[in-house]
């Protein structure tokens, strides 16, 4: 066989091919071990083979943590179904452990009776001891006793397999991860294909690279096929997906898609501006490599300039758009106060971390809800939008841009880090099936007929008579005002942070001219309820409980509600992207349940909100370890809340 | 289009043309007003229609400025002028936009945004007002005030030590940087012309008197029985001269300045050349050194030289990219990479 051709699945005589409905699986190592990549790899064959998949990567904050450590423990999770699944799952199946640290930090989340692969070579003394082992425990009678253990000396098959290419021993080592991944490839009789497309795409002007890992490859596959050991291998069938085309997207990468259609759906030009933080800077690189969309990307010095950068290109015209995390979003305040007062459209992204201040910047948290809701000085509500999982946030962002240029407002678009780097299949639209946008400009004097002034406004009087006037802050019915952008003749106008006269948008600190416009601007944000679909409910209208989320805990609080409604319990659940204002009909949603049970990856934000905005005595469910739910632990407190 | 459109579509414009009907709300005497006066005088002469001038501004007596020009303005938060107007300006190259700034504004809260704005060079118009003093916030010191300088927030003095936003801004990078003073008329619509016409970011500090906080801090430059012994008017290739009777020069003595008589056995050959164009900023960084009173002020450019223009370069990336890639095609986008299909 020659070394470019895909491992074929052979059939083995003496071993059983069992079919299983979903397998969880994670690889753990090093951070230098390549898991984040045989992860990848592993979601893209199982994506394209027709899975349905879902994935929770895990890095260290630290790049590189001493080797062998605890802190330098990199994973990644992936679940893949032969039904719908909207979670990287709970439990692990099958976990594969690189060294003694990554067990160590990972053993307790493998099922009992699960599968366990490590690489045994790398149980000697000094790396147990890193990890904080007093003995091996791969002889200890508990890990024997509870999983089947699988010792492969991967990193001496790997050495010999790929011996002879006159690679350093260094760059042989380096492609132990794809030998393991060979390994699992056979025992969950995955088709390597896609993967060795992108080996040799990878490695194209390195051909002695290449051949090692599709040589590691062959290698960690025929291991599972030859060794006794493994007696059986499994099959998980196609998922029974909605027909269409389909790829595997993650949150960030859906979010710069979504920000670039929607300027095109609107017909404007993209300004992104920036400063890089964890896990917000992906959005950041994804647009800057897609000039030839028109995007301009800006890395600002701060966020401070960032935000105040996309304030000045709103003025002129742009769909201008910031994303941060927590840390970020906080500098952020002071302008975007400026861009609220001004009046202006543009989208704030928050990919939320674990807080406070630098906290968790690897791991997710929703914690950042009241910061949005709150975090400026004055009476200065923003509408809020988040993403319910990694494909959402591909719609829900051109929704938020559409908020933002109907109403000319600053919109906040929220996700988290569980979403932004998570990945899950999207079944891929057609440009022409999207919504459009629609963007007016009032035209200026040099356009005879339409000048803005004669729907807008005229100097001396209200009876259209008098020198035509720009009536900057005149507002349309949905309390918007116009969108002049320079370079418009006739319409030169000045706006400002200070507080401005209604209508016409002059300086003005009036007492009631200030509580007017204070009205205004909230009463405008409060109106967008009127244009936004009406909240969703999953089970029965009324009943004993409803279970209310918001943003990435979709799949999680989803999964453990339709478990307990095939159980015959009496559950609802109610799942928010509208955070600010909430729909119209979410106080009556509320009512028709005796009890209501908010479960939130921070201290109970959302339920603040609630219990203040509709007065009921609304439960929470909060867990801040910067992880997301796991099902059981829902459905464990739906039963709970039920009993209680 | 007609030809007759061409010739209406861009009218003669007048100062006037450039005034709002905003009611202008600084102090008696302030200098800002004359600074606005010039300003109106030289747009009109930049052949630029009205509707393309922007104005950005910070927060302070100064940053209400944009508020008394009839283009268009943003008058933003404090210190963050730069930034805004870089998003205005990298979104939209074709306008012209100007920031007006205080030495508060530029220097203390905005200091870093000034910064980068500056080593981008975009086509940005800096006018730094200053006024040795916050105004706005009723007189406290600034970071150009002078140590000893007694204000609400230092009572017994001052201790900070100021910098020059002249040596800051060459520092930084800045290709056009420039000095005038509110009431020197001409002078000052000189170098806001010159400023104009540069095309990467023009940075100008205008020596300006807040009439109630900090009243004469600039006598010496301003007044005109005195100021000639005090300040210097720089003119590309010409030597360095000053005085009443301009008897007076500037040598170099190794790395430093000194003052000398011309006569006396020294004659002009042996001064220091002013060299606007020069690509190393060296000789600029050494005028905006020199301080009242050891050293007559330079008044002018001290530095004109061309170099990338930002906002240009992320407009021919942009071409560059759609050459070699094709126009963005939104389907063939999300079908990139491994897709598979459910029938
Ligand atoms: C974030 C913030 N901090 C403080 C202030 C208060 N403040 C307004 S103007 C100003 C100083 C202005 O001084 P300068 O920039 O020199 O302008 P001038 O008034 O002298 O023209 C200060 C501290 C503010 N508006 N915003
Ligand atoms: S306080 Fe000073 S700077 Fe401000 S307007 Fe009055 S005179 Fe001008
Ligand atoms: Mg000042």
Redesign the interface.
């Known amino acids: 066989m020659s070394s470019t051709e895909a491992v074929a699945a052979q059939p083995h005589p003496d071993k059983k091919l069992e079919q299983v409905e979903s397998v969880v699986i994670r690889f753990c190592g090093d951070s230098g071990d390549g898991m984040q990549l045989v992860g990848g790899l592993f979601t893209?064959v199982s994506?394209?083979?027709?899975n349905d998949v879902s994935t929770l990567p895990d890095f260290p904050a630290e790049i590189r943590a001493p080797v062998g450590t605890l802190a330098g423990v990199s994973g990644f999770q992936l679940h893949f179904s032969s039904h719908d699944i909207f979670t990287p799952g709970d439990e692990v199946d099958t976990l594969v452990a690189m060294n003694p640290a990554a067990l160590k930090t990972n053993l307790g989340d493998l099922r009992r009776g699960g599968t366990l692969i490590v690489n045994e070579d790398e149980f000697d003394k000094g790396n147990l001891q890193k990890a904080g082992y007093a003995t091996n425990p791969l002889e200890s009678d508990e890990v024997i006793s509870k999983y089947t253990i699988h010792r492969v000396p991967m990193t001496r098959l790997n050495r010999d397999a790929v011996a002879g290419l006159g690679l350093s021993q260094k760059e042989v080592d380096r492609s132990r991860n794809i030998f393991a991944l060979g390994l699992v490839y056979w025992l969950y009789d995955r088709d390597s294909k896609?993967t060795v497309q992108f080996l040799n795409d990878k490695f194209k002007k390195k051909p002695d690279v290449l051949e090692a890992n599709l040589r590691a490859l062959r290698a960690g596959s025929n291991y599972g096929f030859s060794t006794e050991a493994f007696t059986t291998h499994y099959q998980v069938p196609?998922a029974?997906?909605?027909?269409?085309?389909?790829?595997?997207i993650a949150g960030n990468e859906a979010t710069a898609?979504g920000l670039?259609?929607a300027a095109?759906l609107a017909g404007k030009?993209l300004?992104y501006?920036g400063y890089p933080i964890t896990p917000a800077s992906d959005i950041l690189h994804q647009l800057s490599n897609?000039?030839?969309?028109?995007?301009?990307t800006?890395q600002?010095?701060?966020e401070?300039?960032?935000m105040?950068?996309?304030?000045?290109?709103?003025?002129?015209?742009?769909i201008?758009v910031t994303a941060s995390s927590g840390p970020g979003i906080c500098l952020k305040g002071?302008?975007m106060?400026?861009g609220f007062m001004?009046e202006l459209p543009m989208i704030i992204i928050d990919v939320q971390r674990g807080g406070p201040s630098t906290g968790l910047p690897t791991k997710t948290e929703q914690s950042d809800l009241l910061l949005a809701m709150f975090g400026r000085n004055g009476d200065s509500p923003l509408p809020i939008l988040a993403a319910s999982g990694p494909g959402d946030c591909f719609t829900l962002v051109q929704e938020a841009v559409r908020i933002a240029v109907e109403f000319m407002t600053p919109v906040i678009f929220l996700t988290d880090g569980y979403i932004a780097n998570g990945a899950e299949p999207w079944r891929?639209?057609?440009?022409s099936d999207l919504a459009p946008i629609s963007v007016v400009h009032p035209h200026?004097a040099?356009s005879p007929g339409q000048f803005a002034t004669e729907e807008n406004g005229h100097a001396s009087n209200g009876n259209g008579e008098g020198e035509p006037e720009f009536l900057p802050y005149k507002r349309n019915e949905k309390m918007a005002r116009p969108w002049a952008i320079?370079?418009?003749?006739?319409?030169?106008?000045?706006?400002?942070?200070?507080e401005k006269a209604d209508v016409t948008g002059?300086?003005d600190y009036s007492p009631h001219n200030h509580h007017k416009m204070v009205m205004n601007r909230c009463n405008k944000v409060a109106g967008i309820a009127n244009y936004i679909p009406l909240q969703e409910v999953e089970g029965p209208p009324k009943g004993k409980l409803l279970v209310l989320s918001w943003g990435g805990t979709f799949g999680a609080v989803r999964t453990a509600v339709e478990n307990c409604i095939a159980q015959g319990k009496s559950v609802a659940h109610a799942h928010l992207r509208y955070m600010n204002p909430f729909p119209r009909n979410l106080g009556e949603i509320v009512k028709n349940y005796e009890k209501v049970l908010i479960p939130e990856l921070n201290t109970g934000q959302l339920r603040l909100l609630i219990r203040a905005k509709y007065l009921v005595d609304a439960q929470g469910h909060n867990k801040i370890q910067g992880k997301p739910f796991l099902v059981h632990e829902l459905v464990r407190k739906i039963d709970e809340t039920l009993e209680g | 289009m007609s030809t007759d459109a061409v010739k209406t579509s861009l009218p003669v414009l007048t100062a006037k043309d450039f005034a709002s009907d905003q009611e202008i709300r600084w102090c008696p005497r302030c200098g800002d007003y004359s600074i606005l006066a010039q300003m109106k005088k030289v747009l009109p002469t930049l052949g630029i229609p009205r509707e393309n001038f922007v104005f950005v501004s910070g927060i302070g007596c100064s940053s209400r400025f944009p508020y008394y020009m009839n283009t268009y303005g943003f008058h933003g938060i404090h210190g963050r002028a730069p930034a805004i107007a870089s998003g205005v300006k990298v979104s939209r190259p074709e306008l012209q936009v100007w920031v007006i700034t205080g030495d508060g504004d530029a220097l203390s809260i905005g200091g870093n945004h000034l910064m980068h704005m500056l080593r981008r060079n975009m086509g940005l118009k800096v006018v730094l007002f200053n006024n040795r003093i916050y105004g706005l916030t009723k007189g406290q010191y600034s970071p150009t005030s002078p140590v000893g300088k007694i204000t609400y927030s230092t009572p017994v003095g001052s201790i900070d030590n100021p910098l020059s936003p002249l040596c800051y801004a060459i520092g930084s990078e800045a290709t056009f940087v420039a000095r005038s003073v509110d009431v020197d008329i001409k002078h000052l619509t000189f170098v806001l012309e010159r400023a104009a016409h540069h095309e990467g970011t023009a940075f100008v500090e205008v020596y300006q008197d807040c009439n109630i906080f900090n009243h004469e801090a600039f006598l010496y430059a301003s007044d005109k029985t005195i100021k000639a012994d005090h300040i210097l008017y720089l003119e590309h290739g010409k030597p360095l001269v000053f005085g009443k009777d301009v008897k007076k020069g500037i040598r170099l003595n190794g790395m430093h300045p000194e003052i000398v008589e011309v006569g006396k056995g020294i004659n002009e050959d042996d001064l220091l050349f002013h060299d606007e164009k020069a690509s190393e900023p060296s000789l600029a960084f050494l005028l905006s050194r020199m301080r009242h009173p050891e050293f007559p002020e330079p008044m002018g450019i001290f530095r004109d030289v061309a170099a990338p223009i930002y906002d240009q370069r992320v407009t021919e990336q942009i071409d560059a990219e759609i050459k070699k890639k094709g126009p963005g095609d939104f389907d063939a986008l999300y079908n990139s990479g491994d897709t598979w299909t459910v029938e």
Not at chain 1, 240 to 248: D, E, I, N, S
Not at chain 1, 308 to 318: I, K, R
Not at chain 1, 428 to 431: E, M, R, S
């Open positions: 893209n994506a394209v083979f027709g896609p196609r029974r997906l909605a027909p269409g085309t389909y790829r595997k898609w670039v259609t095109k030009s300004f501006a897609m000039k030839n969309f028109g995007v301009k800006f600002a010095e701060d401070i300039a960032a105040s950068a996309v304030c000045g290109a709103a003025f002129a015209g742009n201008a002071e302008a106060g400026l001004t891929i639209p057609k440009f200026g040099a320079p370079g418009t003749p006739g319409l030169e106008h000045r706006i400002g942070g200070l002059n300086v």
